[in-house]
């Protein structure tokens, strides 16, 4: 058997072991697969019951209660819903923007406001530390915060009162704080050697060595703004700058105050057949959408950036 040959049978030989050892690693690790599979079917059963219940009509969810197919798909929620498509647009318009807006703004501010207080060798870092710890521990309370918000910041009927009370998060700072903490300062050192400003170790080192804790914030901070609606009830009178969540928590809330306060025998024949449970479920659908479309651009930074910056420090 000349070279090549011999060659061409370690070469098959080599293949058909990874084989056998890549299917042996299936068969061993077939019941991890088995519990994921399952665990994962459990994770999206409410979402498919969400979903299932707002195709349903009210007589059949009152009738058989909740399940996983409808016996009759209705998209009588829906078209509630998107009865006044104008409003239901315009809230959702607002509630992009002030999400996108908010969440760099607010990014902005937390990784900025971290970076001092991350770096001993700042001036009075240990206050400045303080300062951040005692907003998380103590508040002025509702009333002060509306005062200040209205009366002396003028937040309200405005897009920013939508924004700027979010804009710093101690808990977030604190996060990132200390993955911040975590970089070596060796690579901080080296960086002023070579005649970086503070600013040019900021944006240049710190945060390219940061995406993990920073898409965790991201994700945190844009939940935050897309599901708010305190602010729009505190802040917002004109019904134009109501975010999406505000106004579909209007509607739900309507809905059933006309169902059990209504006696009058013509209203409450038209109550019964207007979905009200349906539009809860319809409504939940509405809102989730855009954050699962979100979700999987940042859940491979998701646990490394929780796990680190919370163990360093």
């Given at each position: 058997m000349n070279r090549s040959s011999q060659r061409a049978l370690q070469v098959g030989m080599a293949d058909s072991e990874k084989y056998v050892n890549h299917k042996n690693w299936h068969v061993e690790n077939l019941p991890y697969v088995i519990i994921l599979v399952g665990f994962s079917v459990l994770c999206i059963l409410p979402f498919w019951l969400v979903l299932a219940g707002s195709l349903t009509s009210e007589e059949e969810i009152v009738k058989y209660g909740y399940g996983l197919w409808p016996r009759h798909v209705s998209l009588t929620a829906y078209k509630v819903l998107f009865a006044n498509f104008g409003r239901i647009g315009n809230a959702y318009k607002i509630t992009i923007i002030v999400t996108v807006v908010?969440?760099?703004?607010?990014?902005?501010?937390?990784?900025?406001?971290?970076?001092?207080?991350?770096?001993?060798?700042?001036?009075?870092?240990?206050?400045?530390?303080?300062?951040?710890?005692?907003?998380?521990?103590?508040?002025?309370?509702?009333?002060?915060?509306?005062?200040?918000?209205?009366?002396?910041?003028?937040?309200?009927?405005?897009?920013?009162?939508?924004?700027?009370?979010?804009?710093?998060?101690?808990?977030?700072?604190?996060?990132?704080?200390?993955?911040?903490?975590?970089?070596?300062?060796?690579?901080?050192?080296?960086?002023?050697?070579?005649?970086?400003?503070?600013?040019?170790?900021?944006?240049?080192?710190?945060?390219?060595?940061?995406?993990?804790?920073?898409?965790?914030?991201?994700?945190?901070?844009?939940?935050?703004?897309?599901?708010?609606?305190?602010?729009?009830?505190?802040?917002?009178?004109?019904?134009?700058?109501?975010?999406?969540?505000?106004?579909?928590r209007t509607i739900t809330a309507n809905l059933q105050f006309l169902r059990n306060s209504s006696n009058a025998n013509a209203l409450s024949t038209v109550m019964q057949d207007l979905p009200s449970e349906a539009i809860k479920m319809a409504t939940c659908m509405i809102t989730i959408g855009p954050i699962i479309l979100v979700y999987p651009f940042v859940q491979k930074y998701f646990v490394k950036g929780i796990m680190v910056g919370a163990v360093k420090g």
């Open positions: 908010g969440t760099a703004l607010s990014l902005a501010v937390t990784a900025m406001a971290a970076y001092p207080i991350s770096q001993e060798r700042v001036k009075y870092h240990a206050i400045l530390n303080f300062f951040v710890l005692f907003t998380m521990l103590f508040s002025g309370g509702m009333v002060p915060w509306f005062i200040v918000c209205r009366n002396m910041l003028h937040l309200k009927d405005s897009i920013w009162a939508l924004i700027l009370p979010y804009a710093a998060n101690a808990w977030n700072i604190f996060l990132v704080r200390n993955y911040y903490k975590g970089i070596p300062n060796e690579m901080v050192e080296a960086a002023k050697i070579d005649g970086y400003s503070e600013y040019g170790i900021f944006f240049k080192i710190i945060v390219p060595l940061s995406k993990p804790v920073l898409a965790t914030i991201t994700l945190f901070i844009s939940l935050n703004y897309w599901n708010d609606w305190w602010l729009g009830i505190m802040l917002i009178d004109d019904t134009d700058l109501q975010p999406l969540q505000l106004m579909l």
